[in-house]
């Protein structure tokens, strides 16, 4: 499958706009992990109201974060709600993850440097 | 330096409260960074309104993404503002990263998995 092409940062509008926090933790077993994990960012970035997504699995702790960035309510409870990805919560609930913590947040402001 | 002794994911307590999103790409050369990042930590578990932190650097892909949750606006400011952190952040800026985007969000509603 070819990934779909994601900017290194994740670039995003002019705030007010959504962010979904998912803080996890996995299990030494995670067969089909890594084929799902695709899936739904394949299926994440056609979703109506999605923004962007930032990524960052840490191999010295086994800490990953994934940010994603939506439009508004309506666009995460789509995303929450779409049936794939209902299936793929229910494996991660399961099977894959030993921990995790969601969290939903409005983004007020920001600021950046861009690339130099 | 030890090391402040920091959950693997954070567990912060009931919403409302905020994040502070911070994603960044570093430069090759980052000397006297990782003191920094040691001395920075140390220093934000010592502030008022700080709840926690996550933190993980993908080595595939050389994003940093870090989480810090806070009380309120008021904390967020009182780091932003802490002298010893803008020496910091003016260096991040200057020397350190190639890229960031900070973004400030309150945080509405959360669900979890605990370890098992």
Same mark, same amino acid.
Not at 1 to 29: C, D, G, H, N
Not at 63 to 79: N, Q
């Given at each position: 499958?070819?990934?779909p092409?994601?900017?290194?940062?994740?670039?995003?509008?002019?705030?007010?706009?959504?962010?979904? /926090?998912f803080t &996890?933790?996995? #299990?030494? =077993?995670d067969?089909?992990?890594?084929?799902?994990?695709s899936?739904?960012?394949e299926? @994440?970035?056609?979703?109506?109201?999605?923004l962007?997504?930032?990524?960052a699995?840490?191999?010295?702790?086994?800490?990953s /974060?994934?940010? &994603?960035?939506? #439009?508004? =309510?309506?666009?995460?409870?789509?995303?929450?709600t779409?049936?794939?990805?209902?299936? @793929?919560?229910?494996?991660?609930?399961?099977?894959?993850?030993?921990?995790?913590?969601?969290?939903?947040?409005?983004?007020?402001?920001t600021? &950046?440097?861009?690339?130099?």
């Amino acid at each position: 499958m070819e990934s779909p092409s994601i900017p290194r940062l994740a670039q995003t509008p002019e705030p007010p706009y959504y962010a979904v /926090i998912f803080t &996890s933790l996995r #299990k030494p =077993e995670d067969a089909g992990y890594a084929d799902m994990a695709s899936r739904m960012l394949e299926l @994440a970035v056609t979703q109506p109201g999605f923004l962007g997504v930032d990524f960052a699995r840490d191999s010295n702790t086994g800490v990953s /974060i994934t940010v &994603s960035y939506w #439009k508004d =309510e309506a666009s995460i409870a789509g995303w929450r709600t779409h049936a794939e990805h209902r299936t @793929a919560q229910a494996k991660g609930r399961a099977q894959w993850y030993s921990a995790f913590e969601l969290r939903v947040a409005k983004v007020e402001r920001t600021s &950046s440097k861009t690339r130099d």
